[in-house]
């Protein structure tokens, strides 16, 4: 079986997230959608809020599960039995910054491959920081995330 992992923050998860998850569900037997616990960053939702959201939002992907991990991600790949850690690049920026990453993955993890896949243009400018900008100034962004996000965007920024 053929198991790949799509990790981040996904706080919160946003349709480019999500485009990149039915793209890695069509290319592999299993996904791993892994929210990485960081505990530099402060995130808006809290971790079980983030997985419902994301549970809600992917339910139309069959061979989709949610987890949770803090730590490394090639020992959480190592793990999980995982042969791919798939990223979405958007820009030259992520492809800099992902290719660092992906070689270290690689030295640390040789059996551990990563995919990239280009973002769908219609979400290239698309970042979790910017609808998080955007909603808290009661700004639509309902083109931008899942309607069960852009909900609750609508809830925390409520005024």
């Not at 299993?30 to 939702?45: D, G, Q, S, V, Y």
């Not at 809290?46 to 139309?60: C, D, F, K, N, T």
């Not at 798939?86 to 992902?98: I, K, T, W």
């Not at 030295?107 to 551990?112: G, K």
Request: charged share 25%; hydrophobic share 40%; proline share 4%.
């Amino acid at each position: 079986m053929k198991r790949a992992i799509c990790s981040g923050s996904f706080d919160p998860v946003t349709n480019g997230h999500i485009d990149l998850f039915e793209r890695a569900g069509a290319l592999f037997d299993e996904i791993i959608i892994a929210i990485l616990i960081n505990n530099k960053k402060k995130p808006l939702f809290p971790l079980a809020e983030r997985e419902r959201l994301l549970r809600e939002s992917i339910a139309h992907i069959k061979n989709a599960t949610i987890d949770s991990f803090d730590g490394l991600l090639v020992d959480y790949a190592r793990e999980k039995e995982a042969t791919a850690i798939v990223r979405g690049l958007r820009s030259n920026a992520d492809f800099e910054y992902e290719k660092n990453i992906a070689t270290m993955n690689k030295e640390l993890a040789p059996q551990l491959d990563t995919l990239f896949l280009m973002t769908d243009p219609n979400y290239s400018y698309v970042s979790s920081s910017i609808v998080k900008e955007v909603a808290s100034y009661s700004q639509d962004v309902s083109k931008l995330v899942p309607q069960p996000v852009a909900h609750a965007l609508k809830e925390v920024y409520r005024r």
